[in-house]
């Protein structure tokens, strides 16, 4: 079983609305949580980083962790066709480099 | 803003041949990681650099090595190539224990 588990989707969604992603973790060591994004045959573009627990906001995007429950959450509001992408998860121990990734998730945003 | 840049961007290589990736970090990055991401898989951490010493290996098979530079670009050594050495393999930088960015990424392709 893996460390880090995330659902591959796809998940589509109508245009305007709010999109949701989480992944569960196994490893209570994990304290940095990472969310990447990464369009077809292109790198991981990090979107958020949150140390620890708590919720953090930058834009259209809010991510969340519950190390209580294992659980790390990310919303994109009023989501565009142009968030059509796969979403990453990705979490460590000790760093922000050395990262255990999820599956990744595959996001539809239909116009 | 300047990016982690590599190259070559796609590589075909037969079996048993061996490969060199480049990566050359964003400016005044000084960690260097480097990724492999098979077809459909998320990416797994391979070796990453500190002030170019080793600091951290993962998933790293032993026909593999690598290596960062006085300039802190680093290269991926890849021998005796295998079907399944087939992947995208991404370098990251950082600046010391920061968050990474990742680059495009390299296709190789072995047949």
């Known amino acids: 079983q893996k460390e880090v588990e995330q659902d591959p989707g796809p998940l589509s969604v109508p245009e305007g609305a709010i999109v949701s992603l989480n992944c569960t973790y196994s490893n209570s060591a994990f304290q940095y949580f990472m969310w990447y994004r990464q369009y077809s045959r292109k790198g991981p573009e990090l979107l958020m980083y949150t140390y620890s627990s708590g919720n953090k906001e930058d834009g259209r995007f809010t991510a969340q962790v519950d190390k209580s429950s294992k659980y790390i959450s990310l919303f994109i509001r009023d989501s565009q066709p142009s968030d059509s992408a796969t979403y990453l998860c990705a979490m460590s121990a000790d760093s922000w480099g050395k990262l255990q990734f999820g599956a990744g998730t595959q996001v539809v945003v239909t116009p | 803003a300047a990016g982690v840049i590599q190259s070559p961007r796609h590589l075909i290589k037969e079996k048993r041949e061996t490969a060199t990736l480049k990566c050359y970090p964003i400016?005044?990055?000084?960690?260097v990681y480097w990724y492999q991401q098979g077809p459909g898989q998320d990416p797994q951490f391979l070796i990453s650099?500190?002030?170019?010493?080793?600091?951290d290996k993962g998933s790293i098979p032993d026909r593999f090595s690598a290596q960062q530079f006085s300039d802190y670009h680093s290269e991926l050594n890849m021998s005796s190539l295998e079907l399944g050495d087939s992947a995208l393999y991404f370098c990251a930088s950082s600046l010391a224990l920061s968050t990474i960015y990742f680059g495009e990424g390299s296709w190789l392709t072995v047949v």
């Open positions: 400016p005044r990055h000084d960690t």
């Open positions: 650099f500190y002030e170019k010493m080793q600091s």
